[in-house]
Nanobody, 127 residues
């Protein structure tokens, strides 16, 4: 499996921006589809965005469409989540997830699709 480490979380004011990074290590020679999930206190963990190994296919939760952008740099084994126009309701622990993809364009966005997870990074948005 691959090991994942998130970074870039922190405290930001509403309307501001943050960029999360997820660095993968270990068995990175396979094609990995990636996803970002988040969990707010007392709530379930939900998908935020997902990207295929090729980077061509992406998925966004309705709540973040037009504000967040997922991207990846396979040469650096890193996936990014650019978060703009942040809202207090974006406050959560953000997790990066990975799974081996069947095809380079395969896209996965269900929590149960992903066997590998990072430890999470806290994002707090103040009003």
């Amino acid at each position: 499996q691959v090991q994942l480490v998130e970074s870039g979380g922190g405290l930001q004011q509403a309307g501001g921006s943050l960029r999360l990074s997820c660095a993968a290590s270990g068995r990175t020679n396979s094609m990995y589809a990636m996803g970002w999930f988040r969990q707010a206190p007392g709530k379930e963990r939900n998908v935020v965005a997902a990207v295929s190994w090729s980077g061509v296919s992406t998925y966004y939760a309705d709540s973040v469409k037009g504000r967040f952008t997922i991207s990846r740099d396979n040469a650096k084994n890193t996936v990014y989540l650019q978060m703009n126009s942040l809202k207090p309701e974006d406050t959560a622990v953000y997790y990066c997830a990975a799974r081996v993809a069947m095809f380079s364009g395969s896209l996965y966005y269900r929590e149960t699709d992903f066997p590998s997870w990072g430890q999470g990074t806290q994002v707090t948005v103040s009003s």
